[in-house]
């Protein structure tokens, strides 16, 4: 067998800098809160809570005062600075700089949507912590839709302006994109640049993945496809070396990987979401390698 890591998964630069910064704070201290799973990686975050890093939600950090929290690379609401201010608590903000300036972008739009009675509209997921940062823009009046069915919740009488989470699928956002248009069109007869206006805010660090990890997909026999089972980009970047690659498999951690997946002769590509650490690509490498010589020895 030939086992490849891709060289263009693990990490995008907002997640590296917000794990880079967590650790650099625990050298100096033995605990730091953080509001929410630093990363959507089990494994990642098993790592840095022992460490010292302790994970709170939105309610228990109501109830912390005088004392440090981390912001995340996903950004959160401006609700969540108040709240520091009021309890004494020092941010160590690591929101990635892609997500704060489009914070910023959805507020300034929203201001704007307010003066022409119009809507914010976001494509991303409900919940999702990103999506709850920039809703938080709009005092909660944006509208989130992920699929066709979410349309109904827009007035198409009104003007529009959309957004997109960024980490979602650019695919995705063009065909959500063409459909609020055709909705438009259907409802007022014509689509000008007061009816919408299309923003999309997608990452180029995640969107680019998707032609590099056709390409992966293509040249490997088998993928091993490494994520965190609450990562949506991890979700959505599987998806894409599946549809090139049925012989690709989604994993956690090395005790998820069926030997029956491989054969000797197999070249295996591990790849893996912008949340996946490099350290657990490597690891999981070294497994398959192991079942690799207990293979030989079992056939000799």
Not at 43 to 50: A, H, I
Not at 110 to 119: A, N, R, S, V
Not at 172 to 193: C, P, S
Request: aromatic share 6%.
């Amino acid at each position: 067998m030939n086992v490849t890591i891709d060289k263009n998964s693990g990490y995008c630069f907002g997640v590296e800098f917000a794990i880079k910064m967590a650790e650099d704070e625990m050298q100096e201290s033995d605990q730091l809160f953080c509001l929410g799973d630093i990363v959507h990686n089990d494994m990642e975050v098993k790592r840095l809570s022992e460490k010292g890093l302790v994970v709170i939600d939105r309610e228990k950090l109501q109830e912390l005062t005088n004392c440090k929290v981390l912001i995340r690379a996903h950004g959160e609401p401006p609700e969540t600075y108040k709240t520091a201010i009021e309890n004494n608590i020092e941010l160590i903000d690591a929101s990635c700089p892609v997500v704060l300036k489009l914070q910023h972008r959805v507020k300034t739009a929203f201001d704007k949507m307010e003066k022409e009675k119009g809507q914010i509209v976001i494509y991303g997921k409900k919940g999702h912590a990103e999506v709850i940062g920039l809703t938080g823009q709009t005092l909660e009046k944006a509208i989130v839709v992920m699929e066709e069915k979410d349309l109904d919740k827009i007035d198409f009488n009104k003007p529009v302006t959309l957004f997109s989470q960024t980490t979602k699928s650019t695919k995705g956002f063009y065909e959500l994109k063409e459909r609020i248009e055709n909705r438009i069109k259907e409802t007022k007869g014509t689509l000008t640049e007061v009816d919408f206006n299309a923003n999309d805010s997608i990452c180029r660090q995640v969107s680019n993945r998707e032609p590099q990890l056709l390409n992966f997909s293509k040249e490997n026999d088998v993928i091993i496809f490494v994520s965190g089972k609450k990562s949506s980009n991890g979700k959505a970047l599987y998806q894409v070396c599946k549809s090139q690659n049925e012989k690709s498999y989604f994993v956690e951690n090395e005790s998820e990987i069926d030997p029956s997946w491989f054969r000797s002769e197999d070249k295996i590509g591990i790849c893996g979401a912008t949340s996946t650490p490099m350290w657990l690509m490597e690891q999981i490498k070294s497994h398959i390698t192991s079942l690799e010589h207990n293979l030989a020895l079992e056939n000799n």
